[in-house]
């Protein structure tokens, strides 16, 4: 069966996974460093992501995956503040492609999960370039927690994905837990959130990408850090909701939700 005729079932839209990398899932090895520090680290981190990463990054996402972004404009007005970016998560890619088309030139670091730590060549491109890893040990959710916050500090952007698990050329939204959104609302920082559309392209049977970036979504005073969480993950829906709406995407992969009986 062709992809484009492919359908995915799915019972649980928080948690169920259709990642194609099938890659192992680890604990957080208990020496991985979630803070840059020391002279020599942060340059060789600053040369991997700027000089190595980000133009070659660029070129695959140009060719793989036709990525166009959608007022990147906003992004200028969080140029001197530390900020989250939050969104959907529909390709593989998306854990770098939002840093060289979005973000660029701030330095944007990744939460996720630890999967590329398994591979050999790709562990050492990953912490290079700014993987928070996610892990359920109350240990390393402390240090990624400390990590979140030393790089909001420095003004630096993170990525996020709200959705948690990938689900390939999705077409649709899916519901949003408020949890992710703490991290800006407990600093009282802005956040920004971005939607990946897929658009039908005549020379190629996978779809193409585009980005469409919101307008920032600052801090609201008036409200408690609680309620500004609340507010940062309907804000996001809404914009995810809208986009779709008003700008469409191509059904490349059908999902279909099973009944629980079967």
Same mark, same amino acid.
């Given at each position: %069966?062709?992809?484009? &005729?492919?359908?995915?079932? @799915?019972?649980?839209? #928080? &948690?169920?996974?259709?990642?194609?990398?099938?890659?192992?899932?680890?604990?957080?090895?208990? &020496?991985?460093? #979630?803070?840059?520090?020391?002279?020599?680290?942060?340059?060789?981190?600053?040369?991997?992501? *700027?000089?190595? +990463?980000?133009? /070659?990054?660029?070129?695959?996402?140009?060719?793989?995956?036709?990525?166009?972004?959608?007022?990147?404009?906003?992004?200028?007005?969080?140029?001197?503040?530390? @900020?989250?970016?939050?969104?959907?998560?529909?390709?593989?890619?998306?854990?770098?492609?939002?840093?060289?088309?979005?973000?660029?030139?701030?330095?944007?670091?990744?939460?996720? *999960?630890?999967?590329?730590?398994?591979?050999?060549? =790709?562990?050492?491109?990953?912490?290079? /370039?700014?993987?928070?890893?996610?892990?359920?040990?109350?240990?390393?959710?402390?240090? %990624?927690?400390?990590?979140? &916050?030393?790089?909001?500090?420095?003004?630096?952007?993170?990525? /996020?994905?709200?959705?948690?698990?990938?689900?390939?050329? *999705?077409?649709?939204?899916?519901?949003?837990?408020?949890?992710?959104?703490?991290?800006? =609302?407990?600093?009282?920082?802005?956040?920004? =959130?971005?939607?990946?559309?897929?658009?039908?392209?005549? @020379?190629?049977?996978?779809?193409?990408?585009?980005?469409?970036?919101?307008?920032?979504?600052? #801090?609201?005073?008036?409200?408690?850090?609680?309620?500004? +969480?609340?507010? @940062?993950?309907?804000?996001? !829906?809404?914009? #995810?909701?809208?986009? %779709?709406?008003?700008?469409?995407? !191509?059904?490349?992969?059908? *999902?279909?939700?099973?009944?629980?009986?079967?």
């Amino acid at each position: %069966m062709s992809k484009e &005729n492919r359908v995915y079932e @799915y019972s649980d839209v #928080y &948690n169920d996974d259709f990642a194609e990398t099938k890659l192992e899932r680890p604990s957080v090895p208990e &020496n991985y460093v #979630y803070i840059r520090k020391g002279f020599f680290r942060r340059l060789f981190s600053w040369i991997l992501y *700027y000089l190595i +990463c980000i133009p /070659i990054l660029w070129i695959v996402g140009k060719i793989w995956v036709g990525t166009k972004v959608v007022n990147r404009k906003q992004v200028k007005k969080l140029k001197h503040t530390g @900020y989250c970016i939050y969104s959907n998560h529909t390709h593989y890619l998306d854990a770098f492609v939002p840093q060289v088309f979005v973000s660029r030139p701030k330095r944007t670091n990744i939460l996720g *999960y630890v999967d590329a730590l398994t591979i050999p060549v =790709a562990k050492h491109i990953v912490k290079g /370039i700014g993987l928070i890893p996610v892990d359920k040990d109350p240990k390393s959710l402390i240090k %990624m927690t400390e990590a979140i &916050n030393h790089y909001l500090d420095e003004k630096e952007a993170i990525l /996020i994905f709200p959705e948690a698990h990938i689900w390939p050329y *999705y077409n649709g939204v899916r519901p949003l837990k408020s949890g992710p959104f703490r991290y800006p =609302a407990l600093k009282h920082l802005p956040m920004l =959130a971005i939607c990946s559309v897929w658009r039908k392209v005549w @020379y190629s049977k996978k779809p193409k990408q585009t980005i469409y970036v919101s307008e920032p979504f600052f #801090y609201d005073d008036k409200l408690s850090e609680h309620e500004n +969480c609340d507010l @940062y993950t309907k804000k996001t !829906y809404d914009f #995810y909701c809208e986009t %779709m709406a008003k700008h469409g995407s !191509y059904q490349y992969i059908k *999902y279909v939700k099973k009944d629980k009986d079967e």
